[in-house]
């Protein structure tokens, strides 16, 4: 069997202020196949986006190591985490995150253009814009376009990189019922196509049923319940 895309050892993280400690993560253990959808269920508050921006390197551990298609992300340099970033983990958040003052073909081209690899293996913006039904839409900002097709567009940046890893925080956490659906379903569809790894961390039991591994976190402690 070939090893696994993530792999989470011993991960603790403590928040500290002044004499307080905050423990939001007690000695997490986990790993994830390539191309399996994981879920991360809890409360507000309970860890869920701590343990997704330790995987992708944007925070570091108190304790513990995060190893992601081999690389030890945990022991690599700030700047060696950005590039790694870069190249191989698409993000898509709740409230998209889109530049205002860019278009959204230039919104999807910002990923190209942070290094020479990712322009020479991306996708075509215009291409995947045609994949989620936006293609009309290229040369819009995003204030003239709904909730849902923001985060459309946000499915597309995260994907035009091509990367291994795909991290959503509360992608539908904006969005009414109907809309997070069909986000959902392009979103699903879009990575499972691809054999693309997922791991989303959310409050909604809509997803559970599309998912191939759930996470629970309570009380700082990772918990699979299927």
Same mark, same amino acid.
């Given at each position: 069997?070939?090893?696994?895309?993530?792999?989470?050892?011993?991960?603790?993280?403590?928040?500290?202020?002044?004499?307080?400690?905050?423990?939001?993560?007690?000695?997490?253990?986990?790993?994830?196949?390539?191309?399996?959808?994981?879920?991360?269920?809890?409360?507000?508050?309970?860890?869920?986006?701590?343990?997704?921006? +330790?995987?992708?390197?944007? $925070?570091? =551990? %108190?304790?513990?190591?995060?190893?992601?298609? &081999?690389?030890? *992300?945990?022991? /690599?340099?700030?700047?060696?985490?950005?590039?790694?970033?870069?190249?191989?983990?698409?993000?898509?958040?709740?409230?998209?995150?889109?530049?205002?003052?860019?278009?959204?073909?230039?919104?999807?081209?910002?990923?190209?253009?942070?290094?020479?690899?990712?322009?020479?293996?991306?996708?075509?913006?215009?291409?995947?814009?045609?994949?989620?039904?936006?293609?009309?839409?290229?040369?819009?900002?995003?204030?003239?376009?709904?909730?849902?097709?923001?985060?459309?567009?946000?499915?597309?940046?995260?994907?035009?990189?091509?990367? +291994?890893?795909?991290?959503? $925080?509360? =992608? %539908?956490?904006?969005?009414?019922?109907?809309? &997070?659906?069909? *986000?959902?379903? /392009?979103?699903?569809?879009?990575?499972?196509?691809?054999?693309?790894?997922?791991?989303?961390?959310?409050?909604?039991?809509?997803?559970?049923?599309?998912?191939?591994?759930?996470?629970?976190?309570?009380?700082?402690?990772?918990?699979?319940?299927?």
């Amino acid at each position: 069997m070939a090893p696994p895309l993530i792999e989470v050892r011993g991960l603790t993280k403590v928040y500290r202020e002044g004499d307080l400690e905050h423990v939001v993560l007690r000695g997490v253990d986990a790993s994830i196949r390539r191309g399996q959808f994981a879920v991360l269920l809890g409360r507000s508050g309970s860890g869920k986006s701590t343990l997704l921006n +330790l995987i992708s390197g944007i $925070d570091v =551990p %108190t304790a513990g190591e995060v190893i992601v298609d &081999g690389t030890p *992300v945990t022991t /690599l340099s700030e700047r060696d985490r950005t590039l790694f970033r870069r190249r191989h983990i698409g993000f898509i958040f709740q409230f998209f995150n889109l530049i205002p003052t860019l278009t959204v073909e230039e919104n999807l081209r910002l990923p190209l253009e942070l290094n020479a690899d990712v322009r020479r293996n991306g996708r075509a913006p215009r291409d995947l814009l045609e994949l989620v039904g936006l293609a009309d839409r290229a040369g819009s900002f995003p204030d003239r376009l709904s909730g849902g097709e923001q985060q459309r567009v946000a499915i597309v940046r995260a994907l035009v990189h091509d990367p +291994l890893l795909i991290l959503a $925080d509360e =992608p %539908t956490g904006n969005l009414d019922l109907e809309t &997070g659906r069909q *986000v959902l379903d /392009l979103l699903d569809r879009l990575t499972r196509e691809a054999g693309r790894t997922m791991v989303m961390a959310t409050h909604s039991r809509e997803v559970i049923g599309r998912a191939d591994r759930i996470f629970a976190i309570d009380r700082g402690r990772l918990i699979e319940t299927w």
